[in-house]
């Protein structure tokens, strides 16, 4: 197939096909014409790379998968580097939690701390209005 027969049937666009073919994750194949020839292969890879792209890996983080494929396994995650690069996915991901988590823990703590003072604001009926009031035209 042709690089725009394969673009439409990834759900993808002709220039990131050939993004990935000047990374080295696309084979560039050319035909008698010098047009780019893939096959289904190429597509099983590359329904790996944009799998991988849309759970948040960096591109170059694919490549284990693709190389996988290429090898000729059923899978891109049967090999040890794919199993790596899911590993080390893993780690960065559990710290990106604690970190969310932490922030999560301090914003709980600034709104229950400022809800604290508005209702003591509104007990003593003092202090500035902080709705926005509408103006009048005159």
């Known amino acids: ?14 220039r990131t ?4 073919e000047s990374r080295g994750l696309l084979p560039a194949r050319r035909d008698e014409h010098g ?17 991988l792209q849309d759970f948040g890996f960096e591109l170059e983080e ?4 693709v190389e996988c494929l290429r090898a000729g396994h059923p899978e891109g995650d049967s090999c040890p580097a794919s199993l790596a690069v899911y590993r080390s996915k893993l780690t960065e991901l559990d710290a990106l939690i604690g970190e969310l988590t932490a922030v999560r823990e301090k914003v709980g703590e600034q709104l229950a ?17 902080c709705e926005l009031q509408p103006q009048s035209r005159e």
């Open 17 to 20: 096909l050939r993004y990935y």
């Open 113 to 129: 701390r400022a809800e604290q003072a508005m209702t003591a604001l509104a007990d003593q009926e003092t202090g500035p209005l």
């Open 62 to 65: 694919t490549r284990p998968f």
């Open 35 to 51: 047009y780019r020839t893939y096959d289904e292969s190429d597509l099983r890879a590359l329904r790996q790379i944009r799998t």
């Open 1 to 14: 197939m042709r690089i725009g027969e394969l673009a439409d049937r990834a759900g993808t666009t002709t």
